[in-house]
């Protein structure tokens, strides 16, 4: 099947700095791509649905400004946590849909988020 | 709305018992799929199956067998002569055919003791 990569897989940073996480699809071009956040022992949710070349489109209650999204290629989508604080600390999944597999989500590997 | 609803969020069983872990699922949409994944302790996410509305015929994958009933709104996920590597998080999705994201539910811890 289709890979996704995130990168990187984990990052330890301090309250105020910006963390990029960079998801990619290395064998197929995705044109969405889907961030979802994990806390400990919760279900995964949804962040923001990220569209290439266009504007992100956000879920309600996560805030634009603070999560930025970049989807710059058919290949890679970012995700900036802007001055993060340790509630910001979880888990961050990206997925690509391949269009060919009959809307089959390939998730990468997860970036596990810690906030001092 | 969707919405998917695991009511077992843990289930303990020795090794070798038979476990069925339940799905239950809300959409107004009439084409949909559904989905079950495995989340070790890595936190990856492991693909097991995807089922279509217009298919229910149940499946069975080695260990693994799948119930699929719309008329209950369930997809019920069996994993027979349990192993101690099934210990995971399984988690059951759902995503209709305009969107493609992925709802999901709120997960079923199984721990399986030798």
């Known amino acids: 099947g289709a890979v996704v990569s995130q990168h990187p897989s984990w990052v330890i940073c301090k309250s105020g700095t910006s963390v990029k996480i960079e998801c990619r699809s290395l064998?197929?071009?995705?044109?969405?791509m889907f961030w979802y956040r994990q806390f400990p022992k919760q279900s995964l949710m949804l962040m923001a649905t990220?569209?290439?070349?266009?504007?992100?489109?956000?879920e309600q209650g996560v805030e634009k400004d603070k999560f930025l999204i970049n989807h710059a290629s058919l290949t890679l989508s970012t995700l900036t946590v802007t001055s993060a604080h340790p509630e910001d600390s979880s888990f961050y999944i990206c997925?690509?849909?391949?269009?060919?597999?009959?809307?089959?989500?390939?998730f990468g590997p997860g970036t596990r988020l810690t906030v001092l | 709305a969707q919405k998917v609803t695991q009511a077992q969020t843990e289930i303990s069983v020795v090794e070798k018992e038979d476990v069925t872990l339940d799905c239950v699922y809300e959409?107004?949409?009439?084409?949909?799929?559904l989905f079950w994944y495995k989340q070790p302790p890595s936190g990856e996410l492991v693909f097991l199956i995807r089922?279509?509305?217009?298919?229910?015929q149940n499946e069975i994958s080695g260990r693994y067998s799948w119930n699929f009933q719309k008329s209950t709104s369930s997809f019920n996920f069996t994993i027979t002569a349990s192993q101690v590597v099934d210990s995971a998080v399984y988690f059951c999705?759902?995503?209709?055919?305009?969107?493609?994201?992925?709802?999901f539910g709120g997960g079923t811890r199984l721990m399986v003791k030798p």
């Open positions: 990220s569209n290439e070349g266009s504007k992100a489109t956000y």
């Open positions: 997925s690509a849909p391949d269009y060919e597999s009959y809307n089959e989500q390939f």
């Open positions: 064998d197929f071009q995705a044109t969405t």
């Open positions: 959409t107004r949409d009439t084409t949909y799929y």
């Open positions: 089922r279509n509305s217009f298919d229910e």
């Open positions: 999705a759902l995503i209709y055919n305009a969107g493609n994201m992925l709802t």
